[in-house]
């Protein structure tokens, strides 16, 4: 899977060249066999570091950077590799999703609260 389509790598690079926005997460990856997420919201201009949350399923979500290119080199079981949600929708600045996944203890259990506390969006 292409994990970064030529729009998605435009909107998270003009969001890297402004980054003291709390910018609304443009990508969620995840393992589709495991509990690891990530939601980006910037890309540098190395068109390979993405900042935004990281969730790797021990429990203790991080806003950090991480590397599109290991996301890419990921090989799991059955051939499969790290994708893309391709019906994800960011509706809460970074900052809201990393507080409740601190609180609840991933990402997607913070999305669940937050889409909750705002009415099922």
Do not use: K
């Not at 996301?71 to 409740?100: C, M, N, W």
């Amino acid at each position: 899977m292409i994990l970064l389509t030529p729009e998605l790598r435009e909107r998270l690079l003009a969001n890297g060249r402004n980054r003291d926005a709390d910018h609304v997460p443009v990508v969620r990856f995840f393992n589709p066999v495991g509990a690891a997420t990530w939601l980006a919201t910037e890309l540098h201009e190395d068109g390979d570091t993405l900042f935004g949350l990281a969730d790797l399923g021990f429990g203790c979500p991080e806003l950090g950077s991480f590397s599109l290119l290991e996301l890419q080199a990921v090989r799991l079981a059955l051939g499969l590799g790290i994708e893309r949600d391709l019906l994800f929708a960011g509706h809460f600045p970074i900052s809201a999703y990393a507080g409740a996944a601190r609180v609840a203890g991933s990402i997607p259990e913070g999305e669940r609260v937050l889409r909750a506390a705002a009415g099922g969006v």
